[in-house]
């Protein structure tokens, strides 16, 4: 499933083509994805101009012109990509080859200096969905999620507060979504790598007594902030379905230094661990057992 830096990509490689937009008709293919459409969907979007983009933990948020703001959660297969449009940069330029039996909303576009353009939302796997609603506080999507990770209000006195007492292993503290939004299972793994942490090691071992973080705390929070940084700069991680919305692959998988990695050498320097994969909650798990204490 997508994580933030894919979700940011997709929303990057919309932003220029969709703010300013107004939406002419709105066309559902079907009455439901992974949750059925809200009511008066179609008709809610339908006249309304896209007067931004955003992005809050894996959700694609599209600001309107009525107040209202439109979510897109892509699930494992969601894509979106204009039809018949060229990018102006011709490696950017993506030929769609998605079933078109999957495609389950088209828009068409007005857009003050791209013309008439059409956007499609194609979901093989129909794990995706959409809500509409006025403030982020009426959606149950949003109004219990954590700090993002690159904003102000994510840093390791704030992680420690929410650690503090908490028995669960680090890499399920991660993925609390409460606890920090956005963060998936590769990237829990790759930033517990660069802080050197066990990912079962009890969430509460990386607070101070005083309640105040540890050096190591502090170092988690700095390698969070990195490599997401670094795989948003990758264009995200591509394993099986993620596209940004020009059709390019990330490639941000190619640095992994832990995930899917079972059995090769830790890339950390002078270390001569070896990649171990365990499961915790039904998930894989990979870590080094050696620089990861």
């Not at 297969?77 to 769609?96: N, V």
């Amino acid at each position: 499933m997508p994580e933030l830096p894919e979700v940011e990509t997709v929303r990057r490689g919309l932003e220029p083509y969709v703010t300013g937009a107004r939406i002419d008709t709105v066309t559902l293919n079907r009455k439901d994805l992974r949750f059925p459409f809200p009511e008066g969907f179609a008709e809610a979007l339908a006249g309304a101009t896209i007067e931004s983009t955003a992005r809050r933990a894996k959700y694609l948020l599209f600001r309107l012109s009525t107040g209202k703001t439109w979510l897109s959660h892509l699930g494992m297969t969601g894509t979106w990509r204009f039809e018949d449009f060229k990018f102006k940069e011709p490696s950017r330029y993506y030929e769609p080859t998605e079933d078109r039996k999957h495609d389950h909303l088209v828009l068409e576009l007005s857009h003050p200096q791209h013309g008439q353009m059409q956007l499609i939302y194609n979901d093989a796997r129909r794990f995706g969905f959409m809500d509409l609603f006025g403030d982020d506080s009426e959606s149950a999507y949003l109004n219990e999620l954590g700090p993002e990770p690159l904003s102000n209000a994510f840093n390791a006195a704030e992680m420690a507060e929410r650690f503090k007492g908490k028995k669960a292993p680090m890499k399920a503290a991660l993925l609390d979504q409460r606890v920090v939004a956005g963060l998936g299972n590769i990237y829990v793994s790759e930033a517990l790598h660069r802080a050197h942490i066990r990912p079962d090691l009890a969430a509460a071992k990386l607070v101070l007594k005083s309640g105040a973080p540890s050096k190591r705390l502090e170092d988690l929070a700095d390698g969070v902030r990195t490599v997401l940084i670094e795989a948003i700069d990758a264009g995200g991680s591509t394993l099986r379905d993620f596209r940004a919305a020009d059709g390019n692959s990330g490639y941000f998988q190619h640095r992994f230094a832990v995930y899917d990695r079972e059995g090769e050498p830790c890339p950390t320097p002078r270390c001569k661990g070896v990649i171990e994969r365990i499961v915790q909650s039904g998930r894989s798990t990979f870590f080094c057992p050696v620089c990861q204490h």
